[in-house]
């Protein structure tokens, strides 16, 4: 959950006025689900919809998280 919250922090704080749906013209939206399992592990998903300068700004802030080869 520390990493969801710092990229939801970041993208709070570096886009603060156009978080919502992109098809209204909106930089990012998200979809956080959370699940606790059986014997009590948790699984969490944090889908991120994104604009193309959304998209350049979160791979700059977070090399590698997106898994894609240099």
Same mark, same amino acid.
């Given at each position: 959950?520390? +990493?969801? &919250? ?8 570096? =886009?603060? /006025? $156009? !978080?919502? %749906?992109? #098809?209204?013209?909106? #930089?990012? /939206? #998200? /979809?956080? *689900?959370? *699940?606790? +399992? #059986?014997?009590?592990? !948790?699984?969490?998903?944090? $889908?991120?919809?994104?604009? %193309? &300068? =959304?998209? +350049?700004? =979160? &791979?700059?802030? =977070? %090399? ?5 080869? /240099?």
């Amino acid at each position: 959950m520390a +990493e969801v &919250r710092r990229i939801l922090e970041w993208a709070r704080a570096r =886009f603060p /006025d $156009t !978080h919502g %749906p992109l #098809d209204e013209g909106m #930089d990012w /939206d #998200d /979809d956080l *689900q959370v *699940q606790v +399992e #059986d014997g009590g592990w !948790h699984s969490v998903a944090l $889908t991120l919809a994104a604009s %193309p &300068r =959304f998209a +350049e700004a =979160f &791979r700059e802030a =977070f %090399p590698g998280a997106l898994g894609e080869a /240099d």
